[in-house]
């Protein structure tokens, strides 16, 4: 049975229209063509503090009261999450991993790690880095996803590794990467149709 769809993106460059970015738009693209209502929500237009670790997540939200809290609304609400960062020192941006370590109240009632999502969920990251070649990296955001089975009803996370992307335009010169992001915001928007509700 078909159902509407709600997929979200979330731009984890400080860089306003930097190469993880304008793929991510490119993936949202492929969702809204695929029948999904998009929306985008910029890291850097938020105050996010860290997780601190409290282990005390309330039902209601987390204790912080920060940028966090319209993020965590709509994700909550989306069947489909996308993801976007740049690699900075061999990591994800510091921006991004501060937001992604806020989802920890995701699987975390109490002291208890419980689910919190029901599903069915998609969810997805589109990686971009310099290095023309460099298979840690997609490992990296692949872990990174792998939690999300664990915050309840999502399927494995998938990655798309952009390799190359040193500059703030390459991704612009790159319709192999766009068309990559746009199938990929289109499958995971397909899968979710497919499912019953
Ligand atoms: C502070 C900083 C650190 C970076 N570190 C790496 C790195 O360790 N490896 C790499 O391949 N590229 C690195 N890069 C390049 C970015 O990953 C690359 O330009 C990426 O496409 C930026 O994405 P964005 O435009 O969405 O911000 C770094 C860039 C910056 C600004």
Redesign the pocket.
């Known amino acids: 049975m078909s159902r509407s769809v709600r997929a979200l993106g979330i731009a984890g460059?400080l860089?306003r229209n930097?190469?993880?970015?304008t793929l991510l738009r490119a993936a949202l693209a492929g969702a809204q063509q695929a029948g999904a209502t998009t929306t985008l929500i910029r890291l850097d237009e938020l105050i996010l503090r860290g997780c601190r670790g409290c282990d005390s997540c309330p039902d209601d939200g987390c204790r912080q009261r920060d940028g966090f809290g319209a993020v965590h609304a709509a994700l909550a609400l989306a069947d489909v999450w996308l993801f976007a960062a740049?690699?900075?020192?061999?990591g994800v941006s510091g921006t991004f991993k501060t937001f992604y370590d806020r989802l920890y109240w995701f699987r975390r009632q109490g002291t208890e790690v419980r689910p919190r999502l029901g599903g069915p969920r998609r969810g997805a990251m589109i990686v971009?880095?310099?290095?023309p070649q460099?298979a840690f990296y997609e490992q990296m955001a692949q872990r990174l996803v792998n939690y999300l089975p664990g915050f309840g009803g999502f399927a494995p996370g998938r990655v798309l590794a952009c390799s190359g992307?040193?500059p703030?335009g390459?991704a612009r010169s790159r319709p192999d990467y766009a068309e990559a992001a746009r199938a990929l915001g289109a499958q995971l928007t397909h899968e979710i149709s497919s499912d019953a509700p």
């Open positions: 460059s860089r930097g190469n993880s970015t740049p690699v900075y020192f061999d971009t880095y310099e290095d460099n992307l040193g703030v390459a």
